[in-house]
């Protein structure tokens, strides 16, 4: 392996922000270690836009501010709706279930399927998955 030269982090720096090939390190006080292999993986600290950032720049993230839940009106009422929603109950057993009196005194923001359809159609995406075939020079049994 060849030397490289890593420089050495010691108790009196605070906040330490060192770029080192592209990976950031940051360290609270403590000496920090760094062993560089080559052909390794690198760690790209800050580059490109992450699923928080993306998150917070939806239309909605102002009003997530004023309420975790939003479009539900709270956390109770989000338990619900994630309850029905995950549930195998049909659309039309949902508006029964949604038709009970004392489902009613719970006062929730949507009064029937289509409406609880639409209140989660709010809901921010989640992350996509990505994925890669990775050619081996060794057969395997199954792709890589």
């Known amino acids: 392996m060849p ?4 420089p050495q982090f010691n108790a009196e720096d605070n906040m330490l922000d060192f770029d080192f090939d592209g990976a950031r390190f940051e360290d609270e006080g403590e000496a920090l270690n760094v062993e560089v292999y080559e052909g390794a993986g690198t760690c790209y ?7 928080l950032d993306l998150f917070d720049a939806d239309e909605y993230a102002e009003c ?8 539900f009106a709270s ?9 029905l929603l995950r549930s195998p109950l049909s659309m039309a057993a949902i508006n029964q279930f949604l038709e009970l009196p004392m489902i009613h005194q719970l006062k929730l923001s949507f009064r029937n399927a289509k ?6 159609e709010m809901l921010p995406k989640g992350p996509s998955w990505k994925c890669q075939a990775i050619p081996s020079p060794n057969p395997t049994k199954s792709p890589i």
């Open 3 to 6: 030397e490289v030269d890593v």
């Open 45 to 51: 600290a800050g580059d490109g836009v992450t699923f």
């Open 64 to 71: 997530r501010k004023e309420n975790l839940f939003y479009p």
């Open 75 to 83: 956390k109770e009422e989000w338990e619900v709706a994630d309850f």
């Open 115 to 120: 409406e609880l359809r639409s209140h989660a």
